[in-house]
Each structure stands twice: as structure tokens, then as C-alpha cells.
């Protein structure tokens, strides 16, 4: 199986993005394809002692940064490394594209570029992210700011395909964002959506507000971009806020410290639960090949785990299985 990364995409291009291909060579048996300025890739591996081994480099002379508008990877910047590595993708060279890189650009240029399955109205941004009890999956996450009751259907049934293919959830709960449990609530989007849901295959279990969702009572999490996103960026920050509380609490004092010493091992525990790195990158849902987007500040780990998440996506076939659900 052959991956398309793009080793510009992200704060921590190109050492981490070509570290942790690296490690997908070694540790997953990957081949990989990296999309990029050759001459700076090979100095990067040289100077850092990384090794090249089954990493194929198709040269390219621009980059893709968080500063260039969505569609600079169709129009502007057609030489970029996002743009070739969905073009490789779109050619049949590989059998996934990664990029750490501008997310509504690499929203557009998979939509556009690798195109979408056939009766897909728009793609979703799919995050996964932890709860009390596992994972969830959201979306959409950012991708599409208005949607309508189509759409957001569409999104339940794909969440429901990659969960239960890729992340191995025998019938995955799905529920819709809303601003409360009953039928009735929220706006006329959602309460149509909900009415499609109820009449629908899926393993639908109704509405679920915002404090639930941590508590994993569902497997997917449906909703509009805009919500979405919302629901996305305050849940990484109250993680990220109370990790750094915790860690003043135990440091600013001896008994801090001292009672730091006892309960590391399940702080340690807590920490890798919420770290992001350890589900790699969010697909791109409705896509008619697999777009991975990993997370901005992805380290080698991370960028190894989305190859490993991207690996299991091809091999379950969910875009097939996508494709016969709806």
C-alpha cells in the first residue's frame, strides 16, 4: 500500500512529517510518496540522520501555508505540495493523501481535485476525539459551515460506515447536536434532520447536548460545520486549560509536588487519553479516495498514527461501503 503525505503541511514541516514516515516504513511496512522541495527533504533526512528507505519524493516548488485562501490549491499555488499530493492521489499513484496543512484548502482541493462519491452532496470534516469511556467521532468538524437536513443525513451515515469499519464500533450510536434531548428542539435544520435520522437504518438514539458528549453516550456526533467546529476547538481548549492547571496545582507547592509523586502514573494515563496524537488525523468523509487532514502541530507520532488510520481505511473499504449505504 502506497501513502501520499505532504511533508510542508503543519507547524512541524517538513522534520517531524518526514520522521514519522519514516516510522510508518518501519514500524507499519508502509511505502510512502512525500510531496515537497526535494532538495530541502533530503538535506532535512541527511542532517537529522533519517533514513529514506521505500520513500519515493515527487519534487514540487511551493507551499500551502494557513495564510493562503481555500482555493489557492486549484488556482495559485498549483505546484504546491497539498495540491500535487491530491493531484498524485487523484492519478491512481497512491492510495491516500496525508497533509498536516491549511484545512479549508485541503478541504477544497479534495472535493475538487479527487472529487466526491457519487450522490455525496459535500464532504465532512470527521475528528475523533476522546470521551470518558472511548472515542466519538464529530462532523462535520469545520468543512461545511451551512447545511442542509441531506446533508447532515449524509454525514450520520458516513460517521456510521467509518466507525464501524475502521475503528472496529459493532453498531455505532449516532446522535444530533442539539440544544436539548427532546424531538422538538432546535432550529428547523435540525429538526428535520432529526425526522430523516429517526426514519433511517442507522442506530440513531436522538439528540445530545453539548455536556453529554465527553461522557461518550454516542459513537457519532452529527452536526453542521459551524457547530461542529465550535463543539471541536472548546473541547481541545478545556483540555488543554485543565492540563495546564493540573500541572501549576502540583508544581507551585512541596505538598503539590509530593502528591504529584503519588498519582503520576494516573496523570500520565489521563494525559495520553486526551493527547491527539494518538488518533492521528480526521478523514475527510465523502471523498471517492481517502483525504487524511493530521493535526497542525503533528509530531512523528502522530503523523505515523494517521498513516496507520489511512491504511486501515483503504483496507476496510469504507468508501465502498459508503457508497452502497446511501
Known amino acids: 500500500m502506497k501513502i501520499i503525505v505532504d511533508a510542508f503541511g ?176 432546535g432550529n428547523e435544520l435540525y429538526q428535520e434532520t432529526y425526522k430523516l435520522l429517526k426514519e433511517s437504518p442507522l442506530n440513531f438514539i436522538g439528540n445530545v447536548e453539548g455536556r453529554d458528549i465527553p461522557e461518550g453516550v454516542c459513537d457519532v456526533v452529527v452536526c453542521d460545520g459551524f457547530t461542529g467546529n465550535l463543539i471541536l476547538k472548546t473541547y481541545e481548549g478545556v483540555a488543554i486549560t485543565l492540563m495546564k492547571k493540573m500541572k501549576h496545582m502540583f508544581a507551585d507547592s512541596v505538598k503539590g509536588k509530593l502528591a504529584a509523586a503519588l498519582v503520576m502514573k494516573d496523570l500520565k494515563e489521563l494525559k495520553t487519553k486526551f493527547n491527539y496524537n494518538a488518533y492521528g488525523g480526521a478523514p475527510i468523509l465523502g471523498c471517492s479516495k481517502p483525504v487524511f487532514k493530521a493535526h497542525g502541530d503533528s509530531k512523528a507520532v502522530t503523523l505515523m498514527n494517521a498513516v496507520k488510520l489511512s491504511m486501515e481505511y483503504v483496507e476496510a473499504e469504507a468508501i465502498k461501503e459508503i457508497s452502497s449505504s446511501l
Open 10 to 185: 503543519g507547524d512541524n514541516a517538513p522534520l517531524e512529517i518526514i520522521k514519522g514516515c519514516e516510522k510508518s516504513v518501519r514500524e507499519l511496512g508502509a511505502n510512502i510518496i512525500l510531496t515537497g522541495n526535494e532538495k530541502i527533504i533530503r538535506e532535512t533526512a541527511e542532517k537529522n540522520s533519517i533514513s529514506l528507505d521505500n520513500i519515493e519524493i515527487e519534487d514540487c516548488s511551493e507551499v500551502i501555508t494557513m495564510d493562503d485562501k481555500a482555493d489557492a490549491v486549484l488556482k495559485t499555488k498549483k505546484d504546491s505540495s497539498m495540491a500535487v499530493g491530491l493531484r498524485l492521489l487523484n492519478e491512481g499513484r497512491g492510495d491516500a493523501f496525508i497533509s498536516a496543512g491549511n484545512s479549508g484548502a485541503l478541504c477544497v482541493g479534495a472535493t475538487i481535485a479527487v472529487k466526491r462519491i457519487k450522490g455525496i452532496k459535500r464532504p465532512a470534516f470527521a475528528p475523533v476525539l476522546p470521551s470518558s469511556t472511548g472515542f466519538f467521532m464529530i462532523l462535520d468538524g469545520g468543512a461545511n459551515v451551512d447545511c442542509r437536513p441531506e446533508m447532515l443525513y449524509q454525514f450520520a451515515v458516513m460517521g456510521s460506515v467509518y466507525m464501524e469499519k475502521v475503528m472496529k464500533i459493532k453498531s455505532p450510536r449516532v446522535a444530533l447536536a442539539n440544544v436539548g434531548t427532546e424531538e422538538h428542539k
